[in-house]
């Protein structure tokens, strides 16, 4: 096995999804359209995302046993993406998560399932360290353990190995000692609500300035309908958002985040990098249900041309 895959870490489920006429107070009653249901979980769309790209995907979760983790899995399976590493617990609930659609906005409620710890194999850490990239979110491989190795050591083995760990923090879900995290990254997402989260009573620059300082290569920040920004130590770089009719925004940062990688793969122009990404995101919130954004790199090129973005001969090489 080369090196010419990346491993995701983290959760898959079933997006119940269900459209309200108003977002409800406090107390209050609603009734609401209950929609077909959708697969989802952030890592499994990104996951889903990368190898639609024909990028080769591993994919771990700690899931049960039962029907819905047969159905998530079999829908990743179908895609080419390889799940022989997800591990079992049959005392874990069901994954699923509650979307309501109400007054142009998406409500995303995550029930947990209550993992404390997830003991991975030697086969495990072993593909992991061979990767091109390793994608999760502090929480997801916060529980990992190898033997007496905690999540710190695994990560610090991983890099120290050559692969990059990739990181997406969308809404900043950061617990007391998770500090340690923010100084093992190599590529790291915001949104940024997240990124206020994060940077808490700092500047946006002296944040950025103390991610890069932990060694941190690419520090993005996502602006929703706004665009995105890409820092460096050499560059920072701004792109425009792309405007389009909404359907659904779930999944969009995934496929942001997921489309990234996947052109810095194939080209090392961070502003195409984040042009190509950005498009990508675009495209998916016309589609309904978090995978909106799997697709073709031929398919985001054409959706460029259609905004009138005209990729230039220098995006070929995201096609070759």
Request: charged share 20%.
């Amino acid at each position: 096995m080369d090196n010419d895959y990346s491993f995701f870490i983290g959760d898959v489920a079933l997006d119940e999804y269900y459209r309200a006429p108003y977002w409800p107070k406090i107390s209050d009653k609603v009734l609401v359209e209950t929609l077909k249901p959708q697969m989802g979980g952030s890592i499994a769309n990104a996951a889903s995302v990368y190898n639609s790209y024909n990028e080769s995907v591993y994919f771990l979760s700690l899931l049960n046993g039962g029907e819905i983790t047969q159905s998530l899995l079999a829908d990743l399976q179908k895609q080419g993406i390889d799940t022989s590493y997800v591990l079992y617990d049959d005392s874990l609930p069901d994954a699923k998560n509650i979307i309501v659609l109400a007054e142009g906005e998406h409500t995303l409620i995550i029930p947990t399932l209550g993992i404390q710890q997830i003991e991975i194999t030697h086969d495990i850490l072993d593909v992991m360290c061979k990767a091109k990239y390793v994608y999760t979110t502090i929480g997801e491989i916060r529980p990992l353990r190898y033997g007496n190795m905690n999540a710190i050591e695994i990560i610090k083995k991983v890099r120290e190995s050559g692969a990059k760990m990739v990181y997406d923090l969308d809404v900043g879900h950061i617990e007391s000692g998770d500090g340690l995290f923010f100084k093992e990254m190599d590529i790291v997402f915001f949104n940024q609500i997240g990124f206020d989260v994060y940077r808490k009573d700092a500047s946006y620059e002296e944040a950025v300035s103390q991610l890069l300082s932990y060694g941190t290569e690419v520090v993005v920040v996502t602006h929703a309908e706004k665009g995105c920004s890409v820092h460096t130590k050499d560059q920072n770089v701004y792109v425009e958002g792309i405007s389009v009719d909404v359907v659904d925004v779930t999944g969009a940062g995934d496929t942001f985040c997921s489309s990234f990688i996947y052109a810095l793969n194939k080209c090392n122009n961070l502003k195409m990098v984040a042009k190509f990404a950005n498009a990508a995101a675009a495209r998916s919130v016309t589609v309904m249900g978090a995978r909106g954004g799997i697709s073709s790199t031929e398919v985001v090129l054409d959706f460029m041309r259609e905004k009138g973005l005209e990729p230039s001969n220098e995006y070929n090489c995201f096609i070759e």
